[in-house]
């Protein structure tokens, strides 16, 4: 999960599992500055993340990098946070 500006707030077992990479490496960045998203990839996660505050949202895949250096693929599927109706940040969903 994360904030409405891109930050992660937080991640399951399962994201650190499939990433390697450990939760306080992960939790407090932007989801740009987390060292696992291939440099190449980030322009897409920024068009993505743009089109998921217009409500716009679509899954997707892409390529990152495990924390041993390889890289690997995974889909992404994305939708609001909301409490009283007004949204509070955003959920994603990987599979790899």
Not at 58 to 68: A, C, L, S
């Amino acid at each position: 999960t994360g904030d409405m500006k891109g930050n992660i707030t937080s991640v399951n077992d399962a994201f650190t599992t499939v990433t390697g990479y450990p939760v306080d490496s992960i939790i407090g960045k932007h989801f740009t500055k987390t060292g696992y998203l291939l440099v190449q990839e980030i322009p897409k996660f920024l068009m993505r993340f743009s089109a998921i505050i217009k409500e716009k949202a679509t899954p997707f895949e892409f390529q990152y990098k495990h924390k041993d250096g390889s890289n690997k693929w995974a889909a992404a599927h994305v939708a609001f946070l909301e409490v009283d109706g007004k949204r509070i940040g955003v959920h994603g969903m990987i599979r790899d």
